[in-house]
Each structure stands twice: as C-alpha cells, then as structure tokens.
C-alpha cells in the first residue's frame, strides 16, 4: 500500500475552503459537506452563502389584481438515477423507478420545503392518497444538476402573467442574488431587466419588440429574434449583434446549448396563433382552447451558429444528443443516460405558454415525425413521476449530513 496516499478527511483544513468554493451548484456543495465532520465545518450551508429564492422584485406587468411585488422563483432540474439498479420489492423507489435516469424539477423555498414539477411545465406534482406520501433517501441515488429555470409570481401563487421567459446571472452559491440582474421576455416579444431593489423594470430594446427567447451562455445574457437574429447583452445591459439573421419562417425560435454549442430551434405550427404578439397571449389562448384547437407544432429545424465563421448550419442529427423544449427553459440531454428517450430527438408540447397537463411529444429529426411521449415503458423520463416523487416534500436536516433525506409534509 502507497503510504503517501492521504485520506480524503485527512486533507490540510487550509485547502478545504479553496476547494468547496469551486463547486457552483447546491448538490455539489452538499456532497461536499457530507463527506465528514472537518469537511462540514469548513463551508458553510448553501443557504447561507446563497440566499435563497423567492427574490423580491417589480413586477413587469400591472394589472388590478396584482399591484403588488413580483418574486423570483428558481426551479433546479435534476437527473436522478438509483445506486443499484436491482431494487428490493419494498423499496420505496422500487414501484415504477425502473429507468437509468430520471428527470425531476424541483422548487425550493425559504422554509426548507420542496415542490415538485414536470419537467417540461410549471405544473406542480402533487397527490393527496396516502400511498404517495413516503420518505426518500436520497443517499439511495445518484443527482446531477441539469438545468436551471425561473418563473415570475405573487404571493398567493400565481404566475405573472404575459412572461414568457425569465433567466438570471451569476447564479452561483457564493453570490449573493441580490448582486444578480434578471431579464425576461414579455410575450408581446418585449425584452427587459431588472435588479434586487429596482422600482421598475428597464427595457433592454425600446424599438424592436420581436424576441422570442433569453439564455445564459458563457456567462452572458444572448437572446435570439423573430428572425433569428442572436444578440449578447453587454454589461450595460446594450444589445449587441452576434449572429447573421436565420430568417426562419416558424413561428418561433428557441435557444439551446449544448456540448458549448449554440442552437436555434425553429418551431412551425399548422396556424399563427391570433394575438401570438399581443399582451393579452394568454388570455386569447385560453379563449381559443374552448372556442377552438390551439395551434400544433407541425415541423421543426435545427440550426447550429458557426461561431467561427459567422454563419448558419443547419443540423439533421444531434447523434445522441436531444433537446427538451420546457416552458420555462430548453437544455440538452444524453439519450443514453435515459431509458426510453430517443436520441437526436425533440421533446416538447403543443402549447409552449400552457400550464395545463402535460402533453409531451417528440420530434424525430431523422424522419421529421411527431409522436406522443409514452407514459409508461418509452418515454418513461416524462411520464408521471416515480411513486416517490409525487409529493410535496420537506428536507430534513441530518445530524451526520446536508438534506439527504426528504419526507412528504
């Protein structure tokens, strides 16, 4: 035996901080605290270092129902997949856990509670019949953090209306988010910003109200047009031009990164919906469910940004990869690492802005064809959740580690 080989409790204590203040996500900062006690006293909770959401800001849109502030709310998605693949019979995750990797969305709150989402809405997870209500080890899984979102609401619970995409930056443990800047798009195609303490929200573009979606790449804000036309936002929140338009003729682009790869996915539908522009989008779509069919996703193109030669290319497979178009944010997956998910595929739903079931679907680039996402052995990554994931949970504090248990309320 190597007596030069050190124990990982045995590190000097002085390199320990330099270490844990590497990891940017609040499940690293977690294993890191559970490895042992000198690890745990070395860096302190996540929530400490981090404050945590709901941030209070203005709220963008005013109505006479909401006159008061807006809250930030943060949703983390994770992929989950068991230790051990044979599971007991009465195992808790044994009943319908039988995929290599699961996704989760997960909300926290300032009172230690988690709620749980579909990955691919902001519609909450949540049964009342006893036989759901059950503890989860979470010691029992492997988690990675996958992707971030963020929604705008009240108070009482509601979403704030005629959003349609929120991000923030830096999103990091050890920043506080009161030192973060928040931009959103509106969905009359509006783009603005706003701080921690500010009165109002400031528009990013006061001329062009065409822009379809917002993310966080390389550590800068880039929002993409109508016309597909990318922008990065400077640091005095200035647009500056980034891409050549794709001049798509769907009806909307999406962006999407993957493997440091920046995408635009175009979105065709069999209608243009009425009012798709307007403020009033959400209440029109509602109108139309009941009146009549809203508008279906009929094709899809992919489009990669040649960063280097400043120019389009359009992509017909994404080899393993696959893109998950959710209605608060679009990330890309392995297919591999999940059972059932078919790579060089797109999953989304119909109504992109509804919070109304599921409704998931994929589109295969190869074929240009849509399919229903199955709820039992396909798609099981967006089926209804394993029996264990469909509550509403608290984290409990351990003696020994972080929130490695959570329990039903």
């Not at 941030?55 to 230790?83: E, G, K, N, Q």
Request: aromatic content about 14%; glycine content about 4%.
């Amino acid at each position: 035996m190597d007596d030069s080989r050190v124990q990982w409790s045995d590190l000097p204590p002085e390199i320990l901080p330099i270490i844990g203040k590497s990891l940017e996500t609040y499940i690293d900062v977690l294993r890191f605290r559970s490895v042992c006690r000198s690890w745990r006293a070395s860096l302190p909770p996540f929530n400490v270092v981090s404050s945590l959401l709901p941030l209070d800001l203005p709220s963008p849109i005013f109505t006479a129902d909401h006159l008061t502030d807006a809250l930030l709310i943060r949703r983390v998605i994770y992929r989950l997949s068991p230790l051990d693949h044979q599971h007991s019979s009465d195992s808790a995750s044994s009943s319908s856990f039988a995929a290599e990797g699961w996704l989760a969305k997960v909300e926290s709150t300032k009172l230690g509670t988690m709620r749980f989402l579909h990955p691919l809405s902001t519609r909450y997870v949540k049964y009342d019949n006893e036989v759901f209500r059950k503890e989860v080890n979470l010691l029992d899984f492997r988690i990675y953090e996958v992707a971030k979102s963020y929604t705008l609401g009240y108070t009482n619970g509601a979403l704030v209306p005629r959003i349609t995409k929120v991000v923030m930056f830096p999103d990091c443990p050890w920043i506080d988010v009161k030192y973060c800047t928040i931009v959103a798009v509106y969905a009359g195609g509006k783009l603005g910003f706003a701080k921690h303490g500010d009165y109002k929200w400031t528009l990013i573009d006061d001329r062009n109200f065409h822009y379809d979606d917002v993310i966080v790449y390389k550590g800068q804000f880039y929002a993409v047009d109508r016309w597909g036309t990318i922008f990065w936002i400077d640091s005095s929140m200035r647009l500056v031009q980034f891409s050549p338009p794709l001049c798509g003729f769907g009806n909307q682009k999406h962006l999407v990164e993957s493997d440091d790869e920046l995408y635009v996915v175009d979105r065709f539908l069999d209608k243009e919906p009425l009012l798709w522009n307007a403020d009033i989008f959400h209440i029109h779509w509602l109108n139309n469910l009941i009146e009549d069919s809203p508008p279906k996703v009929i094709d899809f193109k992919v489009h990669r940004l040649d960063q280097e030669w400043g120019r389009w290319v359009e992509v017909r497979n994404l080899g393993n990869q696959s893109f998950v178009l959710g209605n608060d944010c679009c990330f890309s997956i392995s297919a591999p690492k999940f059972e059932g998910v078919k790579g060089s595929c797109i999953y989304f739903t119909h109504a992109p802005r509804s919070t109304l079931g599921y409704n998931t679907h994929y589109f295969e680039l190869k074929y240009k064809r849509i399919a229903k996402a199955s709820i039992h052995d396909n798609e099981p990554i967006f089926g209804p959740p394993p029996i264990w994931l469909n509550f509403e949970a608290t984290q409990y504090e351990e003696h020994a580690s972080d929130n490695l248990y959570v329990s039903a309320c």
